[in-house]
């Protein structure tokens, strides 16, 4: 057995698995595991986390769940046409985009789907479980890099998808990772399992451009003591989540994360909106431009505007593979519950954290010396043999053959028996 076959591997399910995301962090990982081309937007491939204990990019393993049926490999190619992948990488990669791809379930519900919320529950852990068992994983962190869900519409309403697929991740023993700003974890349901289960989490809604400046910018004024009157913002993107954010209730969602960073950095909350058109046209690229009206000394009013164009799959992906080894890690270490210190990588972190990015990268600095000084709690157990509801860590899940009644919700699916 060859050297990297007898190191532990560990899983990195995808919720979203063929979209533009999923397909350039499956691209990325397999180009820069065979030093196709550096690391770059990898924190994690940094100095500061050498002595982490982190899995190997060479090491990790890809499946996940979708609605749609195009391949990665050919995704991979309209990336490529468009920008977005380097020419000739995914040609180089594709054993590995394939093989990722023979990975991928179908996911749900889709229109028509009869499968009651605890049945869809039990099918995608399932799917999860059976990749574990297969590979002989050590373990598995679930990522949503789904496009944007609407708000959700409250306990009496149906189980929105990224809950489902949250809930099966705890059902399955597996961490979690909210990329996206839907409802996920967040939800009544879902957060009380989690609290129940033992599994680390984090999210939500990873922050890759506006928000990234914002979060530096925020702290600058209220540091230098200078006045916000006014902060707005217009994003312009195409691509999957474009056409999801057309809609205002998933515009609202994304936004939140946007607005709260300027409340808490600033310590009050500026006029100004932030809108977002959907372009067709721009695909996977997007502009965020931001217009701040502050005062200076004796009332000298100023403006500052910034101008941010990016890629969004190119900054996503780096931050995915980022959470997914140090999640993957603080779950061998035998951490649970909400992992502040990933603060850094979104919008609206859950736990406890600060809102500035010095102060987030401070304390992922501080969280990848720890990591390197914990033990391996979680990695005497595969989680790939448990049977249903026996994942490493996780307790009984939604609601075996019991469906999930308001009042029921209420109490949480671990009440559920």
């Known amino acids: 057995m060859s050297a990297s076959l007898s190191r532990p591997r560990v899983g990195v399910w995808l919720i979203g698995a063929r979209g533009s995301v999923a397909t350039t962090v499956v691209t990325g990982c397999a180009a820069v595991a065979a030093g196709l081309h550096p690391p770059t937007g990898m924190v994690t491939e940094t ?5 982490s204990g982190l899995p190997a990019l ?21 990336l490529t046409a468009g920008g977005v992948l380097p020419p000739g990488v995914a040609t180089a990669v594709a054993a590995e985009l394939t093989a990722a791809d023979r990975e991928i379930r179908p996911g749900g519900p889709t229109p028509g789907d009869t499968r009651s919320e605890t049945e869809l529950i039990t099918a ?22 789904a496009s944007t869900e609407p708000a959700c519409q409250g306990l009496d ?7 489902l697929y949250a809930l099966a991740a705890l059902r399955a023993g597996c961490p979690y990772v909210n990329f996206t700003p839907s409802e996920g974890m967040h939800h009544p349901v879902a957060a009380r399992e989690a609290e129940r289960s033992g599994l680390p989490y984090a999210g939500r809604d990873g922050k890759t451009g506006q928000t990234l400046l914002r979060s530096v910018l925020g702290p600058m004024f209220a540091q230098r003591a200078l006045t916000v009157r006014a902060w707005s913002g217009t994003n312009l993107l195409g ?46 690229w997007k502009t965020a431009w931001d217009h701040i009206a ?55 972190p859950v736990g406890d954290a600060p809102s500035g990015l010095a102060e987030q990268y401070e304390a992922l600095i501080g969280f990848a010396g720890s990591l390197g000084s914990l033990g391996g709690a979680g990695a005497t157990e595969p989680a790939g043999p448990a049977g249903p509801g026996e994942g490493t860590g996780a307790r009984q899940g939604a609601g075996e053959g019991h469906e999930l009644g308001p009042e029921e919700r209420t109490k949480g699916t671990g009440d559920l028996r």
């Open 47 to 51: 100095p500061a986390f050498t002595d």
């Open 58 to 78: 060479s090491d990790l393993v890809f499946g996940g769940h979708d609605t749609v049926d195009c391949p990665l490999p050919k995704h991979a190619e309209t």
């Open 124 to 145: 995608f852990a399932d799917d999860i479980r059976d990749f574990i068992h297969r590979h002989e994983l050590e373990r598995a962190v679930v990522v949503n890099v």
């Open 157 to 163: 309403a149906p189980l929105p998808a990224s809950s």
């Open 239 to 284: 691509g999957g989540d474009g056409a999801a954010l057309a809609d205002p209730a998933a515009a609202a969602a994304k936004n939140a994360g946007k607005e709260r960073v300027l409340a808490d950095t600033l310590g009050t909350t500026p006029q100004g909106e932030t809108h977002i058109d959907d372009v067709p046209a721009l695909g996977d």
């Open 294 to 348: 502050f005062d200076g000394f004796l009332g000298t009013r100023m403006i500052l505007q910034t101008t941010w164009q990016g890629c969004d799959s190119a900054l996503a992906a780096p931050l995915v593979l980022d959470l997914a080894r140090l999640t993957a890690r603080a779950h061998e270490s035998g951490l649970s519950g909400p992992l502040d210190a990933l603060a850094f990588y979104f919008k609206d």
